[in-house]
Nanobody, 121 residues
Framework: QVQFVESGGGLVQPGGSLRLSCAAS????????VAWFRQAPGKEREGVSW???????SYADSVKGRFTISRDDSRGTAYLQMNTLKPEDTAVYYC???????????????WGQGTQVSVSS
């Protein structure tokens, strides 16, 4: 059974940092592109970042320069380092995986359960 599990969310003050992890099991991560999406209450799910199998990356304009996506295929884990967090970053963050990277969440067939990130003073 293929499973993705996110961790690392929490409550942080504006300007703070968090690192999210996405641990894969049941399938070799190095065959997959991994993406992070987020969904705030009352809003649509939006793409944050993705990393391809070859390490190429893409970021939403709203997080460029603040967030960094990475992967460690030997550990079967992808990461999202989030710095200089803002209240508008508050959302449930999901990792997703597919054979290729896409901006459209509908193209991803593996999803984690999500982890809450709250940025507030």
């Amino acid at each position: 059974q293929v499973q993705f599990v996110e961790s690392g969310g929490g409550l942080v003050q504006p300007g703070g940092s968090l690192r999210l992890s996405c641990a894969a099991s049941g399938f070799p991560l190095d065959y997959l592109a991994v993406a992070w999406f987020r969904q705030a209450p009352g809003k649509e799910r939006e793409g944050v970042s993705w990393i391809n199998r070859d390490g190429t990356t893409s970021y939403a304009d709203s997080v460029k320069g603040r967030f960094t996506i990475s992967r460690d295929d030997s550990r079967g884990t992808a990461y999202l380092q989030m710095n200089t967090l803002k209240p508008e970053d508050t959302a449930v963050y999901y990792c997703a995986a597919a054979g290729h990277p896409y901006n459209d969440p509908a193209q991803y067939y593996y999803w984690g359960q999500g982890t809450q990130v709250s940025v507030s003073s």
